[in-house]
T-cell receptor, first 115, second 117 residues
Framework: AQSVTQLDSQVPVFEEAPVELRCNYSSSVSVYLFWYVQYPNQGLQLLLKYLSGSTLVKGINGFEAEFNKSQTSFHLRKPSVHISDTAEYFCAVIAGGTSYGKLTFGQGTILTVHP | EAGVAQSPRYKIIEKRQSVAFWCNPISGHATLYWYQQILGQGPKLLIQFQNNGVVDDSQLPKDRFSAERLKGVDSTLKIQPAKLEDSAVYLC???????????????FGPGTRLTVT
């Protein structure tokens, strides 16, 4: 079974600083990788996804992530964060060969941006 | 485009009572998911429907949880009887993905926060 590990449960950072949220997944023949964001009392919103092709994926709100197959990682980055980026971020994976797209989520990383 | 609708948004019940949640997916989305998100954890898939058929219910506690998706559109998730450990947010999501094709993107509703006392 697939598993996803988000290495930091909480990440505090100052406004306009860069940030990296780390995600590792258990190995599989092929995977599809996702980052979702959850604002308080809201559902999850897709930030970006990797299905195939370029390993550097750009998403909404200035976020990007890099798929590293050898390290089984999919870290999320943003060069300069805003107060409005304060939220919980979830890394998720679909194992290749799963016909119907079952998502396995990590435990989440709470990003807090301080002024 | 209207998003995934869920109701109610909040529910408080006593243990051993029953409760039901409703979800209306995005129009045209064949796949519907129910997730349980316990505080401090990531969402966990409870059940997945493709149209009105069950694709995966391996993590659904079938002794107390049930779900249906009549006519392949909206869905209900029921808990009977509820336990304290069922306190969580129940998220519904839908996807256009079918038979391995599509972009696998799931669209989530706002969730129902259940508190069992």
């Amino acid at each position: 079974a697939q598993s996803v590990t988000q290495l930091d449960s909480q990440v505090p950072v100052f406004e306009e600083a860069p940030v990296e949220l780390r995600c590792n997944y258990s190995s599989s023949v092929s995977v599809y990788l996702f980052w979702y964001v959850q604002y308080p009392n809201q559902g999850l919103q897709l930030l970006l996804k990797y299905l195939s092709g370029s390993t550097l994926v750009k998403g909404i709100n200035g976020f990007e992530a890099e798929f590293n197959k050898s390290q089984t990682s999919f870290h999320l980055r943003k060069p300069s964060v805003h107060i409005s980026d304060t939220a919980e971020y979830f890394c998720a994976v679909i194992a290749g060969g799963t016909s119907y797209g079952k998502l396995t989520f990590g435990q989440g990383t709470i990003l807090t941006v301080h002024p | 485009e209207a998003g995934v609708a869920q109701s109610p948004r909040y529910k408080i019940i006593e243990k051993r009572q029953s409760v039901a949640f409703w979800c209306n997916p995005i129009s045209g989305h064949a796949t519907l998911y129910w997730y349980q998100q316990i505080l401090g954890q990531g969402p966990k898939l409870l059940i997945q429907f493709q149209n009105n058929g069950v694709v995966d219910d391996s993590q659904l506690p079938k002794d107390r949880f049930s779900a249906e998706r009549l006519k392949g559109v909206d869905s209900t998730l029921k808990i009977q009887p509820a336990k304290l450990e069922d306190s969580a947010v129940y998220l519904c999501a839908s996807s256009f993905t079918r038979m391995g094709a599509g972009n696998y993107e799931q669209y989530f509703g706002p969730g129902t926060r259940l508190t069992v006392t």
